[in-house]
């Protein structure tokens, strides 16, 4: 099955900076690449996602990376404000209808990351 | 509109005792996923449901766990005898037509003492 390595595990960096969080993972068949941001006590939020067709997808001042033959993505965040402190979740999974693999994502266990002002 | 929905936020239950734990989709969504996150860790996939039938269930430990979606729109995750290393927070996500973007409900919190 899939398995999805995640780091660092924490990351604190100063109001204004970048940070950038790391994910690889080990099935070549997985194509869709979300990443959540999960506030204390809160559901996981999809900030944004890469398909496999697509190496790298920005919005506003996050943007994701994917290097396929790598088997691995990165999530980039500019300008980080305290209110982006949360933890990120990445994850792999297939979204290729018919296939009865499809469906189930894979999680990385998280990065904490902690913006200080 | 709604978001994901499940009840209830929080249960506590004794080791051996049986549980049910309820997700409501967003309306119109097909596609229905239960994961279960422990302190510290991602959710780890436990069942994935397309419809009314589980295309996908290699997630569920052991036979004490089971997941119904009836009509095609609330899934009941049903854990039997529970034990206290099945204390966790229960998460369910549902997506438009399946696999695809998922959104995520607010979570059970599981406790067994």
């Known amino acids: ?117 | 509109g709604a978001g994901v929905s499940q009840t209830p936020s929080n249960k506590v239950t004794e080791k051996g005792k049986y549980v049910e734990l309820r997700c409501d989709p967003i309306s119109g969504h097909t596609a229905l996923y239960w994961y279960r996150q422990s302190l510290g860790q991602g959710p780890e996939f436990l069942i994935y449901f397309q419809g009314t039938g589980a295309a996908d269930d290699s997630g569920l430990p052991n036979d004490r766990f089971f997941a119904v979606r009836p009509e095609g729109s609330v899934s009941t995750l049903k854990i039997q005898r529970t034990e206290r290393g099945d204390s966790a927070v229960y998460l369910c996500a549902s997506s438009l037509t399946g696999p695809d973007t998922q959104y995520f409900g607010p979570g059970t919190r599981l406790t067994v003492l």
């Open chain 1, 1 to 117: 099955g899939e398995n999805v390595e995640q780091h660092p595990s924490t990351l604190s960096v100063q109001e204004g900076d970048s940070a950038v969080i790391k994910c690889t993972y080990s099935d070549s068949a997985s194509n869709y690449f979300p990443w959540y941001k999960q506030e204390l006590g809160k559901r996981p939020q999809l900030i944004i996602d890469i398909r496999s067709n697509v190496g790298e997808k920005k919005d506003q001042r996050i943007a994701v990376t994917l290097n396929k033959t790598a088997k691995h993505f990165s999530l980039h965040i500019t300008e980080t404000q305290p209110e982006d402190s949360a933890v990120y979740f990445c994850a792999a999974g297939r979204v290729a209808r018919g296939n009865t693999n499809a469906g189930k994502s894979t999680f990385g266990d998280g990065t904490t990351l902690t913006v200080k002002p």
